[in-house]
C-alpha cells in the first residue's frame, strides 16, 4: 500500500473524522496516515486498542516510537498512560495490549538501524520551557540525535507559530486547535511538510499542544526492508 508516500509534497489528514479500519488483530483498529508497503511497512498510524485487545509478541526490527493519547497502554515493559512517549530501537520485541483500551500514536520502520536507545518519557510531568524568539511556545524535547528532533509544544491562545521545515516536519494536534489559511487542525489532524517548506500556524481560542518531529525528511524516505 501506498498513501501519502509521495514526501515531496504537502499531506494533510484530519483522522479525527476518518473511520477506523481493522487490523489483523481483533479489537485493533487503525487509522492510516502515511504508509509505504504491506502488513509489513514503514508507517505512520493512529492505532486504537479495544479494552482486552493485544498484538502477539513480536519484534520491531525497524523500530518502533509512539505516544500515548488516551488511556493506558501495556507491555512487558509496564503501564504507559496518556501523555507517555516510547521509543523500542530496532531489534527489540514486546507484546502490546490494554486491559482498558487506549489509543496512540505510533511510527514504525523510521528508525536508525543502529539506535538501540530504547527509552520512555512521562510528558504529563516533564517541564516545558520557552522558546527563544517564538512568543507564545513553549517546548519539550523528547529525542534529538543527528537525523532528528522530536518534541511537544504548547502554542498559546492566538500565537501565530512560524513553521519552518528545512529536514521536513511532521505535526499532531493532541490538544486544542490550529488554523493554516483558514483550514481547521483539531486533536488527531496531522500535518506533514517537505524539506524546506514553510508556513505560519495559529493557535486557536484554547491554544493548541501539538507532538512534532522535524529533520527526518532529509533524505527521501524508503520503504521497509525485510
Not at 483550514?183 to 512534532?212: H, N, Y
Request: aromatic content about 8%; proline content about 6%.
Amino acid at each position: 500500500m501506498d498513501l501519502n508516500s509521495d514526501f515531496s509534497k504537502r499531506a494533510i489528514v484530519h483522522a479525527g473524522s476518518m473511520d477506523w479500519k481493522a487490523s489483523p488483530m481483533p479489537g485493533v483498529d487503525r487509522r492510516m496516515l502515511d504508509r509505504m508497503g504491506g502488513e509489513v511497512a514503514r508507517a505512520t498510524s493512529i492505532v486504537r486498542y479495544a479494552a482486552g485487545s493485544h498484538f502477539s509478541e513480536h519484534t520491531h526490527t525497524g523500530g518502533e516510537e509512539f505516544l500515548v493519547l488516551d488511556g493506558v497502554f501495556q507491555d512487558e515493559h509496564g503501564d504507559f498512560p496518556a501523555g507517555t512517549y516510547v521509543r523500542n530501537p530496532p531489534t527489540t520485541a514486546h507484546t502490546p495490549g490494554s486491559k482498558e483500551g487506549c489509543t496512540i500514536l505510533v511510527k514504525l520502520w523510521q528508525f536508525d538501524m543502529d539506535d538501540r536507545n530504547q527509552f520512555h518519557i512521562d510528558t504529563t510531568s516533564a517541564e516545558f520551557s520557552p522558546v527563544a524568539g517564538a512568543n507564545g511556545v513553549e517546548r519539550l524535547t523528547l529525542h534529538e540525535d543527528a537525523r532528528e528532533t522530536v518534541r511537544m509544544e504548547n502554542w498559546e491562545v492566538g500565537a501565530d507559530v512560524p513553521v519552518d521545515a528545512p529536514g521536513g516536519i511532521e505535526i499532531l494536534v493532541l490538544d486544542g486547535s490550529f488554523t493554516i489559511d483558514s483550514e481547521t487542525f483539531v486533536p488527531q489532524s496531522w500535518l506533514r511538510l517537505p524539506k524546506g517548506d514553510q508556513l505560519v500556524a495559529t493557535a486557536g481560542s484554547e491554544g493548541a499542544r501539538v507532538w512534532i518531529k522535524s529533520g527526518h525528511l532529509a533524505q527521501a524516505p524508503q520503504p521497509q526492508s525485510a
